[in-house]
């Protein structure tokens, strides 16, 4: 027997994921525009993410706390 490679979501919670994958979106976009980092590449999992930057300036970790932090706010 063939086994589902994909679950199936209520509305409301296809909704919630959707919502959250957009304020990250936002919050990744502001934290880019504050450290100017240039973002080439992102990719967005169920519950983490991976980011491909260029940091011009020495603004990683300060930039990875602030976007960590703002995004863990609920």
């Known amino acids: 027997m063939m086994k ?3 679950r199936e979501f209520p ?3 296809f909704s919630l994921i959707v ?3 957009e304020k990250f979106l936002r919050t990744l976009t502001e934290a880019c525009l504050k450290t100017e980092w240039q973002l080439h590449a992102y990719c ?3 519950n983490h993410f991976h980011l491909v930057i ?3 300036q020495a603004k ?3 930039g990875m706390k602030w976007l960590l932090g703002v ?3 609920v």
């Open 19 to 21: 919502a959250g994958r």
């Open 60 to 62: 990683l970790v300060s």
């Open 71 to 73: 995004q863990t706010r």
């Open 44 to 46: 967005l999992m169920g």
């Open 4 to 6: 589902t490679l994909f």
């Open 11 to 13: 509305i409301r919670a």
């Open 54 to 56: 260029e940091t011009p």
